[in-house]
C-alpha cells in the first residue's frame, strides 16, 4: 500500500475472547482500497471468528481498535455496511435463485421488483443466466456457490469479506471459480479479504497472502504476491509461485504442529 492511500479497513491490537477462550490476540492489519487479501491458518485458529467482528455479529474485546473507511468505529457499527459470505452460506431452500441473491437488500428494505431486476442483470456475469426460477437442489455445489457469490456482490459494500467459499468444491470446478472470481474482482473493483486453508488458491487470487498463528490468532507472516495479472495457468508453475508456496506452507506447519501439539497434551 503506498503512503498516500487510506486503508479501508486498519485493525490494531484486535482482539476477542469467548469466555475462557482467546480466540484472537491483537490483530493488526492495513488493507488498501480495491486491494485482495487472503488469509490462511490452522483450523480455530481464529479465521471466521475475525470475520464475525468484521461483519458486526460479535463485538471485539476492550482494547480493539477498528478504523473503518478512516473512521473509528466499534464491531457493531459494521453491521450491513460490509458484504459477508459465511463460510456455510445456506441457500434458502424454498426460494429460487433470484430471491436467494436479494435476501441482504431485502433486508435493508429495498424494493423488492427493482432488486430483482438488478438481480437479474447480474446473472449471466455469475454463470446463472436462465437458472433465474431454480431452486437450490436443482443446481450443481459451482452453481450454488455462484448464487451464494452473486448475494454478496449485488449487496454493494466496497468491502467483501468470504470465508472459505471454495472450499467444498471439487479441484477442477475451484480452479474455473478462482479464475472467474478474478474476473468480477476487476471489473467491480471492491476490496476482498479471503479465508481459505488451501496455499495454492491463496498465492493464486491475493495480492498479499497472511499467515494467521495457532489459537490466540493473530498475523504471524505477510507476503505479498506481485505475480501479474491476470493470472492463469502458468502462474501456478512460475518459480516466484513455488518459493512463496514454500515460505508459506512452512510457516503454516509450524503453526497447524502447535495446534497439533495442543491436542496431543
Ligand atoms: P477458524 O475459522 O480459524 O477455523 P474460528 O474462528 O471458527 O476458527 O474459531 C476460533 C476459536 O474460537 C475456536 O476455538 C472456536 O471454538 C472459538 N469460537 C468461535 N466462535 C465462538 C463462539 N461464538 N462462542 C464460543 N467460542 C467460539
Ligand atoms: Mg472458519
Known amino acids: 500500500m503506498s503512503e498516500t492511500t487510506k486503508p479501508i479497513l486498519d485493525l490494531r491490537n484486535l482482539s476477542k475472547t469467548f469466555g475462557e477462550v482467546q480466540a484472537l490476540s491483537n490483530v493488526n492489519l492495513k488493507v488498501a482500497p480495491g486491494e485482495f487479501v487472503t488469509l490462511v491458518g490452522p483450523s480455530g485458529c481464529g479465521k471466521s471468528t475475525l470475520f464475525s467482528l468484521l ?15 478512516d473512521r473509528s468505529v466499534m464491531s457493531k457499527d459494521l453491521l450491513g455496511k ?28 429495498a ?23 431454480k431452486f437450490p437442489h436443482e443446481l450443481s455445489g459451482g452453481m450454488r456457490q455462484r448464487v451464494a457469490l452473486m448475494r454478496t456482490f449485488l449487496f454493494k459494500r ?15 470446478t475451484r480452479t474455473m471459480m478462482q479464475r472467474w472470481l478474478l474476473d468480477v474482482w476487476q471489473k467491480h473493483k471492491r476490496t476482498v479479504l479471503f479465508i481459505t486453508h488451501d496455499v495454492d488458491e ?24 506481485d505475480l501479474p495479472r491476470p493470472r492463469n495457468a502458468d502462474a501456478v508453475t512460475s518459480p516466484e509461485f513455488i518459493s512463496l508456496k514454500r515460505d508459506l506452507l512452512e510457516a503454516i506447519e ?11 497434551t
Open 111 to 133: 424494493n423488492r421488483s427493482q432488486a430483482r431486476k438488478q438481480a437479474q442483470r447480474m446473472l449471466p456475469e455469475f454463470g446463472l443466466a436462465g437458472f433465474a426460477d
Open 55 to 69: 461483519s458486526g455479529l460479535e463485538d471485539a474485546d476492550a482494547g480493539s481498535t477498528v478504523r473503518f473507511e
Open 254 to 264: 509450524e503453526e497447524s504442529m502447535k495446534t497439533f501439539g495442543a491436542v496431543q
Open 158 to 172: 466496497d468491502l467483501m469479506l468470504l470465508d472459505e467459499p471454495f472450499g467444498a468444491l471439487d479441484a477442477l
Open 202 to 225: 491463496a498465492i493464486f487470487l491475493g495480492d498479499r497472502v497472511l499467515v494467521m498463528s495457532a489459537r490466540p490468532g493473530g498475523i504471524k507472516l505477510e507476503r505479498k504476491i
Open 82 to 109: 460490509v458484504s459477508f459470505m459465511p463460510q456455510r452460506d445456506l441457500l434458502l431452500a424454498w426460494r429460487n435463485v433470484i430471491d436467494n441473491a436479494i435476501l441482504p437488500l431485502e433486508m435493508e428494505g
